[in-house]
């Protein structure tokens, strides 16, 4: 059997994270990739976040293959023929240091594949993972994982990096963790829509180079968990519907899930800015969303989990992350494999220090701070009760019928009494304390 | 632009083997939901004259959304070989 220190499964960003800093180490280490390259199974809803991970890495940020610095950020909530956006922008989130940057992941994760091959990364694609082999296992207990079998071939390493995506095939046919579950994932789906850079900066009312994101929530799931989005890239859109799966399976009157797209780029506020472009590819995806309550057990003997893998993603409404959690993670398996490895003891033992590390880093810790996320936005009250409620009630304000009008006062308070001042929104607030 | 024309942009490898199998002797028998027919996002799963239902899997975008969405266990599901399957040039 081929030996090498580490083997990677998956050349997605967790994936190639590790392998860049495992490599950097003098590590011997090999990425198996099941695509016809890096990222050519990935698809992003958003951008990357980049002041948690700026640090890990630093060199390679400069040079990174990124679409636009988001310079601003828009909410619309969206009710029956009314909707209602909040837009903030900051002279401080494209300045310097952007805080995001949209991308596109072909295209990035390549690249990042391409750095990891300068630091002596083995990336092999076209190889897909089949099966962790173990040893020792039994009563329960999944053994030590001892490398990997791909095809006819097996490779053992001393420790394999589980880095495989949100599905967790490989890991939860080992017993390493559990198989995703409706009610904590979403499907994403998107189309990625060229448009002339400067249509783009026209229509978003942007400066060179950078970008804007756009998220929607009400109407768009027609109250479902979820939401559509819209985010720039330099010569294209990413314009897609994220939606709860347990939110899907509990409709009335089920809607096939693609049909939420096409409604989506319908809308008036929608089709002018699509208006013109082309569709250039449709792409889905499966997203962790049962947060730090669903994240397994992230190492054990022989192996570690990163990334989607492990269940490392977040979705808190306004922010949607998971690349940069995906990152760090990676960053952190190659820094305690490398430190197991010195120290001869790549037992559970010895690789506890990567679950430590995450504990005390922004993954584990913003992971808990969120804890309570997940079960609250299964309110669909937030979907589809205050989106609606929100656009009537400005609606009204800005409105001037036939008949003499009241006070503005007594606009405001006719509304909100109709929709806010009930037990079921005191309810609702008191739940969202712990957002 | 329909479902079928959104997928026609994407670069496929097709396998030789299909990669979801459905156990149609399950969906007829136990499964009332039949999430299969509306959750995919490439609308891949329809009835057969017969009331079966089949899946034009060469089509799959391997988001998973099927296997996770049937309560019954009636999809065999797994990623295609290495090198085939959806290859995204953008996402």
């Known amino acids: 059997m081929e030996r090498v220190d580490c083997i990677v499964v998956g050349g997605g960003l967790a994936g190639l994270a590790a392998a860049y800093g495992l490599a950097a180490e003098g590590l011997e280490v090999m990425v198996l990739e099941r695509g016809n390259y890096a990222g050519a199974k990935n698809v992003t809803g958003g951008r990357l976040y980049m002041d948690p991970i700026r640090a890990l890495y630093p060199e390679l940020w400069e040079e990174a293959p990124f679409e636009r610095a988001v310079a601003r950020e828009s909410i619309t909530m969206m009710g029956d023929g009314a909707h209602t956006t909040v837009e903030v922008a900051s002279d401080r989130f494209a300045g310097a240091q952007p805080q995001s940057y949209t991308l596109l992941r072909a295209r990035f994760d390549q690249w990042f594949a391409d750095k990891a091959a300068e630091k002596g990364a083995m990336i092999v694609p076209n190889m897909k993972v089949d099966e962790l082999l173990r040893e020792g296992g039994g009563d329960g207990r999944p053994g030590r994982v001892i490398g990997i079998r791909a095809g006819g071939d097996e490779i053992g390493a001393d420790v394999t990096i589980v880095a495989e995506g949100v599905l967790g095939m490989l890991a939860s046919a080992a017993g390493l963790r559990a198989e995703p579950a409706a009610r904590d994932s979403a499907l994403g789906f998107k189309e990625v829509i060229e448009l002339p850079a400067g249509v783009i900066e026209d229509r978003w009312r942007l400066n060179e180079g950078e970008g804007a994101a756009h998220l929607f929530m009400g109407t768009v799931t027609r109250g479902m968990l979820g939401g559509g989005f819209v985010y720039t890239n330099k010569e294209s859109i990413s314009v897609g519907v994220v939606v709860g799966m347990a939110a899907m399976l509990n409709q009335a009157e089920p809607v096939e899930s693609y049909k939420l797209l096409d409604e989506f780029k319908e809308l008036p506020q929608i089709a002018p800015l699509v208006k013109g472009g082309t569709v250039a590819e449709y792409s889905a995806h499966a997203i962790a969303e049962g947060g730090i309550a669903r994240v397994p057990k992230l190492f054990g003997d022989g192996y570690l989990l990163a990334g989607d893998a492990a269940g490392l993603s977040l979705n808190a409404l306004v922010t949607v992350r998971g690349m940069d959690f995906a990152i760090a993670s990676g960053y952190q398996a190659a820094r305690a494999v490398a430190a197991a490895k010195k120290a001869g003891d790549t037992s559970v033992a010895g690789l506890a220090r990567y679950e430590r590390a995450l504990r005390e880093s922004f993954v584990l810790k913003d992971l808990e701070t969120s804890r309570a996320i997940p079960r609250i936005v299964e309110n669909p009250r937030l979907f589809m009760h205050y989106p609606r409620a929100v656009s009537k009630l400005a609606e009204s304000v800005f409105t001037i019928g036939a008949q003499p009008s009241p006070r503005l006062a007594k606009t405001v308070w006719k509304g909100a009494r109709r929709d806010f001042l009930s037990l079921a929104t005191l309810k609702d607030l008191w739940s969202l304390r712990k957002m | ?91």
Not at chain 2, 28 to 50: G, H, I, M
Not at chain 2, 77 to 85: I, K, S
């Open chain 2, 1 to 91: 632009m329909n479902i079928d024309a959104k997928l026609g942009l994407d670069v496929f490898k097709l396998d030789k083997e299909p990669q979801i199998v459905v156990k149609n002797e399950i969906c007829s028998t136990v499964c009332v939901n039949r999430a299969c027919l509306y959750v995919c996002p490439a609308d891949l799963f329809e009835l057969d004259d017969q009331q079966r239902i089949v899946v034009n899997w060469e089509g799959c975008l391997e988001c998973g959304t099927c296997m996770i969405c049937c309560e019954k266990d009636a999809l065999e599901w797994r990623y295609p070989r290495g090198e085939f399957g959806v290859q995204y040039r953008m996402s």
